[in-house]
């Protein structure tokens, strides 16, 4: 059977998951739409993941197991919400993985 949270979250683990999830949004161009729901969900960050455990039967044959048991170890922490946020509003870390308009 599986553990939830049977581990806490790395400090690498957490910047990577959030970096992935920023890039995520970023790829799907929806930034804005993220940092409102984020900014206005953030005191419910704990009550979410305590969620997605109990609709983990449901979740788990569409996105995994382990992407629903880190994520949710993830949001479980206010500040990981935070640190999200402002990956999202200060935009990439690489500034060479920005692509540039071109210039014509």
Do not use: C
């Not at 959030?18 to 704990?46: D, G, N, Q």
């Not at 044959?61 to 946020?85: A, C, M, Q, T």
Request: a negative charge.
């Amino acid at each position: 059977m599986f553990e939830f949270w049977k581990d806490d979250l790395t400090e690498e683990e957490e910047d990577a998951l959030i970096e992935k999830a920023a890039l995520e949004i970023e790829k799907r161009k929806l930034e804005v739409p993220a940092v409102l729901m984020l900014e206005s969900h953030k005191p419910l960050a704990f009550v979410g993941s305590q969620t997605a455990i109990a609709f983990a039967p449901f979740l788990a044959p569409f996105v995994g197991f382990d992407f629903i048991n880190n994520y949710s170890r993830l949001f479980s922490k206010r500040e990981n919400v935070e640190k999200l946020l402002v990956r999202i509003e200060n935009g990439r870390k690489d500034p060479a993985r920005v692509e540039e308009p071109n210039a014509e």
